[in-house]
């Protein structure tokens, strides 16, 4: 079996006029399924360039990204979209939520744009909050909700449709403690129950710790790659 993400020798240059920033530099990992992966390393070192390009939300200047064994490259922009659609969540630090939108139409949102039949999509919507513990907070504006409970829908969202890997950038980073250990719980428990593949970047050392594998960035490579369980 393919791994279900694979990243083979990824560049990333901005030019800017003069400038050149090499945002990622020869980066190669392989993501099998069911890992939950930490993705540590100060500010500016790629990390949220490198979620950006696993995802094909960025375009990369060399290399490859494989979803299930398919280039994405080779996808056309239309491929790419369902691509992302079908195989892959997000979690953002900034929830982007649509403030006019309840919980479930928000977490439902993405099944309707797929294709999903309103009926369905709101049973799936339902369901996937009452498994993050908002299945009383449905009908709720973002507005109505706490940034935890916000959090959850975001969650909700990620997740709806069964993704192959859900990629989070900073999820728990607007949160305070006690938010952000009952996030992180979840998140485990969704990856425990359904097996699914989890990205997280963090400058949180505690949520590393909790996952099953760290890749520590600096200057644009992966410089650690190490195991649960191994010495630092």
């Given amino acids: 079996m ?10 990333k240059i901005y030019e800017t006029g003069t400038n050149r920033v090499e945002a990622l530099r020869k980066v190669s990992v392989t ?3 069911g890992e939950m992966v930490a993705v540590m390393g100060p500010s500016g070192c790629g990390k949220t360039t490198l979620l950006n390009c696993l995802s094909g939300l960025d375009d990369i200047t060399s290399g490859e990204v494989l979803i299930d064994g398919v280039g994405l490259s080779a996808m056309s ?10 195989r892959l969540g997000f979690i953002f630090q900034a ?24 009926r369905d999509a709101r049973l799936m919507a339902l369901d996937a909050l009452e498994s993050v513990g908002l299945g009383d907070r449905a009908g709720h504006l973002p507005a109505e909700l706490s940034g935890g409970q916000q959090q959850r829908v975001t ?14 950038d900073e999820a728990t980073g607007n ?11 979840l998140l485990l428990q969704l990856n425990k129950d ?15 710790a909790r996952c099953s594998r760290t890749l520590v960035m600096k200057d644009g490579r992966i410089v650690e790659d190490r195991r649960s369980g191994e010495e630092e």
């Fill in 2 to 11: 393919p791994a279900v993400l694979e990243a083979k020798e990824l560049w």
């Fill in 31 to 33: 993501l099998e399924s």
């Fill in 77 to 86: 922009d239309w491929e790419l979209t369902q691509t992302r659609g079908e």
């Fill in 95 to 118: 929830f982007n939520l649509l403030p006019v939108l309840t919980a479930v139409e928000n977490v439902e949102l993405p099944l309707l744009m797929a294709g999903k039949s309103p």
């Fill in 155 to 168: 969650i909700a969202r990620s997740f709806v449709h069964n993704p192959a890997v859900i990629l989070a």
């Fill in 175 to 185: 949160l305070d403690t006690k938010t952000s250990d009952e996030v992180l719980d």
């Fill in 194 to 208: 359904r097996g699914m593949t989890m990205v997280l970047v963090t400058h949180d050392s505690e949520v590393a």
